[in-house]
């Protein structure tokens, strides 16, 4: 089973500055990477899939990439807007079963 | 616009099955292109997988739960379901189902669209 790691657990970011997130799978998995953002109270949403495409409506500061290896990746918020402030989570679509990293939790400094 | 609405049980005793259902609206569960399945979240917790069910009924389950998860579907009422056994407190959680399909420029299934999910409880 692929195991999917997030770092840090925490990020704390003044708002207008950036944030990068980290997502590490324990063996390959392509490209097959997304990320979701939860905000308290609500369901998680689609903000980038594929790596680096962004899902319909997500706003251009939401950015994606990866290594090249397939299993580093990086999510980047390049000025952090008070909407943004929420846990987010990978996810590994390449290889059954589908596990999600641990999430990451941006908060305001 | 495509909807899921979960429903079922807010409240389970230890060692019984939890049950619950998934109603799908905009879009047909037998339609040959998506997958239908179950994450959870236990309360201030992180998102845990669950598994998935296809049109054919071929399915794909949490290594960890395997042994007492089913999903199924439903087809003529465009429902999916999720039954859990023998459960215990650490299984209360938020319970999400949610559609993978295949969205524009990806070579995979992904979790597209959510449910707003329904917290269960396990307790006597």
């Known amino acids: 089973e692929i195991m999917m790691t997030q770092s840090p657990a925490t990020l704390s970011v003044s708002p207008g500055e950036r944030a990068t997130l980290s997502c590490r799978a324990s063996?390959?998995?392509?490209?097959?990477l997304a990320w979701y953002q939860q905000k308290p109270g609500q369901a998680p949403r689609l903000l980038i899939y594929?790596?680096?495409?962004?899902a319909t409506g997500i706003p251009a500061r939401f950015s994606g990439s990866g290594s090249g290896s397939g299993t580093e990746f990086t999510l980047t918020i390049s000025s952090l807007q008070s909407e943004d402030f929420a846990v987010y989570y990978c996810?590994?679509?390449?290889?059954?079963?589908?596990?999600f990293g641990g999430g990451t939790k941006v908060e305001i400094k | 616009q495509v909807q899921l609405l979960e429903s079922g049980p807010g409240l389970v005793k230890p060692s019984e099955t939890l049950s619950l259902t998934c109603t799908v609206s905009?879009?047909?569960?037998?339609?040959?292109?998506?997958?239908w399945g179950w994450i959870r979240q236990p309360p201030g917790k992180g998102l845990e997988w669950i598994g998935s069910?296809?049109?054919?009924?071929?399915?794909h389950y949490s290594l960890s739960l395997e042994s007492r998860v089913t999903i199924d579907l439903d087809t003529p009422r465009n429902q999916f379901s999720l039954r859990l056994t023998s459960v215990t407190a650490a299984d209360t959680a938020v319970y999400y189902c949610?559609?993978?399909?295949?969205?524009?420029?990806?070579?995979?299934?992904?979790?597209?669209?959510w449910g707003r999910g329904t917290l269960v409880t396990v307790s006597s």
């Open positions: 996810q590994q679509y390449h290889i059954w079963p589908l596990p």
């Open positions: 594929e790596t680096s495409t962004r």
């Open positions: 069910i296809y049109y054919s009924g071929s399915t």
């Open positions: 905009g879009d047909s569960i037998s339609s040959g292109h998506d997958f």
């Open positions: 949610a559609r993978r399909a295949i969205i524009v420029g990806s070579s995979g299934h992904v979790i597209d669209i």
């Open positions: 063996q390959s998995v392509n490209t097959r």
